[in-house]
């Protein structure tokens, strides 16, 4: 069985916040958005996605302090 990690293509850095519409919103972590990564927050738990964007299949989520690790600093 193959997992969404292994479907998706991989993250891809994005230059502006147009190459994402998504970035506007408030439930999308944006310093991890750009980098490539779904960046959907669970806002009940403060969780991020760190899957690709636009991967198929559920959200995997990770803690705010490894989602932190992620983002372009």
Do not use: K, W
């Not at 970035?23 to 996605?49: F, I, K, M, Q, W």
């Amino acid at each position: 069985m193959n997992s969404p990690e292994h479907n998706s293509p991989g993250p891809q850095i994005h230059e502006t916040s147009q190459d994402r519409p998504d970035l506007s919103s408030l439930h999308v972590r944006e310093d991890v958005a750009v980098t490539g990564r779904c960046g959907n927050v669970h806002l009940p738990t403060g969780r991020t996605c760190d899957l690709p964007e636009r991967h198929e299949g559920s959200c995997h989520f990770i803690g705010p302090e490894d989602a932190e690790n992620l983002a372009v600093h």
